[in-house]
């Protein structure tokens, strides 16, 4: 049997990919991880890795593991924090979760697990790994969607290397939540009822303009509404339904709306475009409409938000999107597409999102995904992470 170190967080399902994994007779080894220190913006107004810590002692009393602690704050501040900071400085919408999984909890946590003599780490996902090989006997590492459709987490590892998943284990993601808390109940662990966390990453729930706020000061800036009546709505070139669109029509079709503030209204103000993201409609403090306004664009360098009244608002859908050259990631490199190549996933832009029908298309200016339907709040900063049926495939970063 192996030597295994897991991520124990203090949540029920760290705690119980544990247990299966000490049931299976592997040397289980608790590592947990302190990654943040300060409770600006935080809405408990307290650090909840304290409590998390309490919770993962009492589990690994209860299975008679040994546990190790290791303070990664340092890193987690440069490799996570400050990236957001500078994408929401530079007007985009990062997502702190997958660079979490992907420098902290695959990278940096992974080789303070090879320290204890780990062959492998197991964390608390929703996800699952399988095993192929190729013609040559050499080992393919597959990520595939957790068989809980409803906590699938996969697109928050949709970064992850052929050598990180070598040595990660998902001992929990061919179970549904429901199993996971019976199971926790039964062996009597502490987290059986505990909620699940949420927020940031380590950092829990956040007031975020107060959160980035250590950073990034506040501006006074304005608020224009875009009415649906904006001939540029109406004029772009059309959506034609091709298997061979131009390079032209690709850019045309990913192009994100820019707007000017001589093209709507102000209706009011507000503290920062960079406290801001694309689909947002809390926190504007404009009421007495018919239908919410939602954000349809933001402008940091002339610190302007541009809204429009109404979900079906036309600023808010578009049908394509672009990935720069750099920022594909392939999970699999051996199913990498070449330029000139298009072909057929599912693809999904924000967590939960349910997977969308598209065509990815590989050119010399990056990848454009196309959808069959228009999508709703494309974000610049975010994932698009693409599957061939359960497998995810591979990711990038949005870049409009």
Known sequence: MSRIVIGLSGGVDSSVAAYLLKQQGHEVIGLFMINWHDTTGTLEGDCPWHDDRVFTELVAKKLDIPLHVVDLSDEYRKR?????????????????????????????????????????????HYCRREVTHDTSGREIYHLLAGSDPNKDQSYFLCQLSQEQLSRALFPIGHLIKPEVRRIAQEQGLATAKRKDSQGICFVGKVD?????QQKLAAVKGNIH?????????????????TPTPTDEQLAAWAEPWHYTVRDGKKIGTHNGA????????????????????????????????????????????????????????????????????????????????????????????????????PQRGITAGQFAAWYDGEELVGSGTILE
């Open 274 to 373: 960079h406290f801001y993201t694309i689909g947002q409609r809390k926190g504007l403090g404009i009421g007495g409409r018919k239908e919410s306004l939602f954000i349809i664009a933001t402008d940091v360098h002339e610190n302007v938000i541009y809204v429009g009244e109404g979900d079906s608002h036309p600023g808010l859908w578009r049908r394509a999107l672009h990935i720069l050259p750099g920022e594909i990631h392939w999970v699999d490199p051996t199913q990498r597409m070449q330029v000139g190549e298009s072909r057929r996933f599912s693809v999904r832009i924000r967590y939960r999102q349910p997977l969308q029908g598209a065509v990815l298309h590989v050119r010399e200016q990056g990848a454009y995904i196309v959808f069959d339907e």
């Open 80 to 124: 996570v924090v400050d990236y957001m900071f500078r994408e929401y400085e530079a007007g985009r919408t990062p997502n702190p979760d997958v660079l979490c999984n992907r420098e902290i909890k695959f990278d940096v946590f992974m080789r303070e697990a090879m320290k204890l003599g780990a062959d492998y780490v197991a964390t608390g």
């Open 225 to 241: 509404e875009i009415l649906p009546s904006w001939p540029k709505f109406s004029h772009r070139e059309p959506y034609v339904d």
């Open 208 to 212: 975020l303009p107060v959160f980035l």
